[in-house]
């Protein structure tokens, strides 16, 4: 899956924030079906320039899709088996899985890193 069409132009007055924590610039993409990242400096001519013009405007859009039950049903029982996996990997004393949790398993540097504790 992936957004062709979709993009996101914004502007952050803390930009270092998005790179804080376990992949919080990974995770909005990957909620965003984006696979391909650009990050410019306000100093850029391009930045300059739009942030300049008259007619831009901010435009914010939310989007919320309500997923089908069956979907809701099926997202439960994957997470209830990443939980599970989880609990019984955490009994192994050889195992140091630090802090994956459940919330972390969409992102792929979760899969890497169970891959390297294991």
Known sequence: VGNH???IRAISDMPDA??????QLEKLMQRCFISD????????????????DEEWQQDVRQISLELPQDVKD???HILNIVQSTL???QKDPNL???HL????SVSPAFEAELRQAI
Do not use: N, S
């Open 37 to 52: 990242l650009e990050i410019w400096p306000r100093i850029r001519k391009d930045v300059q320039d739009c942030l300049r």
């Open 96 to 98: 140091d899985l630090g």
């Open 74 to 76: 099926i997202q439960a």
């Open 87 to 89: 609990v019984q990997l």
């Open 18 to 23: 998005l790179t804080r924590g376990q992949g």
């Open 101 to 104: 949790q459940v919330r972390d």
């Open 5 to 7: 069409k979709g993009f």
